[in-house]
């Protein structure tokens, strides 16, 4: 009896810990099992990635339309869910010179699926992102973040960079909703090459997401940063 009890206790430590250590990889900001992994860029020239998670969206005219006021370029991580929803977003996209990014089609976890079903995810939005005319490099950010074995072995294979970010305000539960707090927390958090996330293409109110990124565009310029796409600000590289 106490062998078996023993076994039953050693059985289910090993459980324990395979399920730790695929729950922290899978959410690891830093880390993952193959192909080269991107939060930031070190460089000194204060230059930054202005990023957009989801979408398009029906807000992201008004979105292109704040960031050719300040004459910023940035990278939109777009899913092909949304993109067959609002794909005369994509164009407007497209025709102002943003970088477009893939954050795969249905925009689910893309962990515990088989290379099958991401290979599809992948490969059907980047022929909807191309089909609109986008002629330019497209990252690759996993939606959430999540990543174990297959994503980042087809990244690999495919010689594509994992994406992620080095601010993305809105997870820190001490950050109120209000724009100022995010634009605050922004600021202070903000570095040379850093890679900002901002999932603002969902809210509900118009004139917070606004705010928000203009707020984050004034704040960073007075502070004597520019901003420019994922790709271009990997030339900065040390």
């Known amino acids: 009896m106490r062998k078996l009890i023993n076994s039953l206790l050693m059985t289910f430590i090993g459980v324990f810990l395979l399920v730790f250590s695929l729950y ?19 460089t ?23 960031l050719e006021k300040y004459n910023v370029q940035a ?17 407007n996209i497209v025709q102002t010179n943003h970088q477009i990014g893939n954050q795969s089609y249905s ?3 893309m962990i515990f699926k088989s290379p099958s079903w991401v ?20 990252p690759f950010r996993p939606p959430y973040g999540k990543k174990l074995f297959v994503l980042p072995f087809y990244l690999q294979q495919q010689e594509r960079d994992t994406v ?4 993305e305000p809105k997870i820190y539960a001490d950050i109120d909703s209000e724009p100022e707090s995010i634009i605050q927390d922004v600021s202070s958090s903000v570095k040379p090459g850093s890679i900002i996330s901002l999932e603002v ?10 705010e928000t990124i203009e707020g ?23």
């Not at 990889?25 to 099992?33: G, I, P």
């Not at 092909?80 to 164009?91: A, H, N």
């Not at 293409?201 to 606004?210: P, R």
């Open 75 to 91: 990278t939109f991580f777009l899913n092909g869910s949304t993109i067959m929803k609002y794909p005369e977003q994509l164009k």
């Open 24 to 42: 922290h990889l899978m959410n690891a900001q830093t880390y993952q099992v193959a192909g080269k992994l991107i939060t930031d860029v070190d």
């Open 164 to 167: 992620m970010w080095s601010i």
């Open 119 to 138: 290979k599809h995810e992948i490969e059907t939005t980047d022929q909807l992102i191309r089909d609109a005319g986008y002629e330019g490099t497209i």
């Open 216 to 238: 984050i565009i004034e704040k960073l310029s007075a502070k004597g940063y520019s901003f420019t796409t994922v790709s271009k600000l990997m030339t900065y590289q040390k």
């Open 201 to 210: 293409m969902y809210e509900s109110n118009e004139q917070y997401t606004i």
């Open 44 to 66: 000194d020239a204060k230059v930054v990635a202005l990023t957009f998670d989801g979408g398009p969206t029906e807000i992201t005219e008004n979105i292109l339309v704040s």
């Open 107 to 109: 925009y689910e976890k």
